[in-house]
């Protein structure tokens, strides 16, 4: 099993940075790919970003590639999402989520894929 906590989340203005973390507990962490996926308010849940149990594969979403990059430190059991140049409309909760299959060789990218989730972190960029 795995339990995982975001936190980073904030107000920032459009243009700004914010780094997302998302702590993970349980043993086998260091095994699963990991994602970001964010929802706002009225949509649905949303792909941002995944990456491999070995971090040497990531994926990103069109609508973020090139401003955001997502990374892993299995020692300490933490994933991060840096998110440079913010817009308004990357005003979501954010939330952490692992596979639910360990040692899988392409991530998915939808939420099926995914059986441990975070609780969510609010990030609002403001114009």
């Known amino acids: 099993q795995v339990q995982l906590v975001e936190s980073g989340g904030g107000l920032v203005q459009a243009g700004d940075s914010l780094r997302l973390s998302c702590a993970a507990s349980?043993?086998?962490?260091?095994?699963?790919?990991m994602a970001w996926f964010r929802q706002a308010p009225g949509k649905e849940r949303e792909f941002v970003a995944a990456i491999t149990w070995s971090g040497g594969r990531t994926a990103y979403a069109d609508s973020v590639k090139g401003r955001f990059t997502i990374s892993r430190d299995n020692a300490k059991n933490m994933v991060y999402l840096q998110m440079n140049s913010l817009k308004p409309e990357d005003t979501a909760v954010y939330y952490c989520?692992?596979?639910?299959?360990?040692?899988?060789?392409?991530?998915?990218?939808?939420?099926?894929?995914?059986?441990?989730w975070g609780q969510g972190t609010q990030v609002t960029v403001s114009s």
């Open positions: 989520a692992a596979d639910r299959l360990p040692y899988t060789s392409v991530v998915p990218t939808t939420t099926r894929g995914y059986d441990y």
């Open positions: 349980g043993r086998t962490f260091s095994a699963r790919a």
